[in-house]
């Protein structure tokens, strides 16, 4: 749990000030990425919504978390 923001966010543009990929190499990682999951059968899945209630429950936690922390 992140407890200090500012460090955080000071990481965060750091990170981003010394990144050298542009957003044209970005996403051709992130296409890459795709058509390998296309290619082992694993995207898109066969059941869109398995695994929803998980996804929802740890959405209500960080949720409740932000609010109170």
């Known amino acids: 749990m992140v407890r200090n923001i500012e460090v955080l ?36 899945p066969k059941n869109l919504l398995e695994g929803i209630e998980v996804d929802i429950e740890v959405a209500r936690i960080l949720n409740s978390c932000s609010k109170s922390c």
Do not use: D, N
């Open 9 to 44: 966010e000071k990481f965060e543009r750091e990170l981003l000030a010394q990144s050298k990929l542009t957003h044209g190499q970005a996403l051709s990682i992130v296409e890459g990425l795709r058509q390998e999951a296309v290619a082992l059968g694993v995207w898109p």
